[in-house]
């Protein structure tokens, strides 16, 4: 199994710009998450979906912060405009029926300038 | 609300015993975690421990858990430069999303 799936690696992008962060689960595991880390704040949980439905956004930082997932394979983070903010590395994770391991992915850093 | 606390850094000797210390605050939890994440690289479950349990053992891993405390340790013995790490604490909240501490540093110097 090739694990969870992030992509880009890593992405820098100048203030305002619009910047989609891509997710591929494990083939099978129903729920998917989003998380941020940061020095200051440590590991933030953004969003996370079960069965491809949102369940719980309140970790969404503002309105320019979105996240869909359209089906089971695959899920975006989109941050719209973007600032320096918002400068961090974005971790997807997944996890199956069982519930209890999350797998991550190896991470997004984005650098907002 | 939840919150989960650790100490940032822990600097160990090889060969030595490390001790990483994280309080929790959520009662319900019925899971708790601990989390290794080496550089550049995602979090990797290391190991876990039920609610109702006040000890496990893993090798050179042993978790202990104090209910009445909300405390729980991860003691690595024989700590080696391998282990060199951030380690999180974590506890689920309603079952799902994990909430984690910001992580222990630690660094084994030779």
């Known amino acids: 199994d090739a694990g969870v799936i992030q992509s880009p690696r890593h992405e820098v992008t100048e203030m305002g710009q619009e910047v989609t962060l891509r997710c591929k689960p494990i083939?099978?595991?129903?729920?998917l998450f989003w998380y941020r880390q940061t020095m200051m704040r440590g590991l933030e949980l953004l969003i996370y979906f079960n069965n491809n439905v949102p369940i719980d956004d309140s970790g969404m930082p503002e309105d320019r912060f979105s996240a869909k997932m359209p089906n089971a394979s695959f899920s975006t983070l989109k941050i719209q405009p973007s600032e320096p903010r918002d400068s961090a590395v974005y971790f997807c994770a997944s996890t199956g029926t069982s519930g209890y391991e999350q797998y991550f992915g190896p991470g997004t850093r984005l650098t907002v300038t | 609300g939840e919150d989960v606390e650790q100490s940032l850094f822990l600097s160990v000797r090889e060969g030595d015993s490390s001790v990483i210390n994280c309080t929790y605050t959520d009662s319900s939890s019925t899971y708790l975690y601990w989390y290794k994440q080496e550089p550049g690289a995602g979090l990797q479950l290391l190991t876990y421990?039920?609610?109702?349990?006040d000890m496990k053992q893993d090798q050179r891993l042993t978790v202990l858990l104090n209910k009445k405390d909300k405390h729980l340790s991860l003691r690595i013995a024989d700590t080696q430069t391998g282990d060199s790490a951030i380690y999180f604490c974590?506890?689920?909240?309603?079952?799902?999303?994990?909430?984690f501490g910001k992580g222990t540093t630690l660094s084994v110097s030779s």
């Open positions: 421990i039920f609610s109702n349990m």
């Open positions: 974590a506890e689920d909240q309603a079952g799902t999303a994990l909430i």
């Open positions: 083939s099978g595991h129903n729920s």
